[in-house]
């Protein structure tokens, strides 16, 4: 389960993808899911997209994701006085893992929180 959700795979039939592009680029399309699983015909998108509580959760989930990196690399770095390096480093790696933090977050909601049921 957690390699589907890692994938962006259907939380029904885990093997159908559940966004229109597998890759995250282009950057404006990334998070474009589809109607239904092209595997089993689960609907993946909601009439109204799960929006605005869907958008609420991801950014939580990001926010999450974002501060378990910088814990992570500020607990390595704890030992010496190179905080400001972790810092700056943190930061530029949780940007550059934007797109991909955003899709991580999204597959969690869509596992978690959405009821999927044979139609």
């Not at 939380?11 to 890759?23: A, D, L, Q, T």
């Not at 949780?94 to 049921?117: A, C, E, G, H």
Request: glycine letters at 6%.
């Amino acid at each position: 389960m957690i390699a589907a959700i890692i994938k962006g795979k259907c939380p029904k039939c885990r093997e159908g993808n559940i966004y229109v592009n597998k890759s995250v680029f282009p950057l404006g399309k990334c998070m474009e899911l589809v109607d239904k699983c092209p595997v089993c015909g689960q609907r993946i998108k909601s009439k109204n997209d799960n929006a605005p509580g869907m958008n609420y959760a991801v950014s939580v989930v990001v926010y999450a994701l974002g501060f378990i990196i910088y814990a992570l690399i500020w607990g390595i770095n704890a030992t010496d006085n190179s905080m400001i390096y972790s810092f700056v480093f943190a930061t530029v790696l949780v940007i550059v893992l934007q797109p991909w933090l955003m899709r991580l977050s999204k597959n969690i909601y869509l596992y978690l929180f959405i009821k999927f049921k044979n139609e």
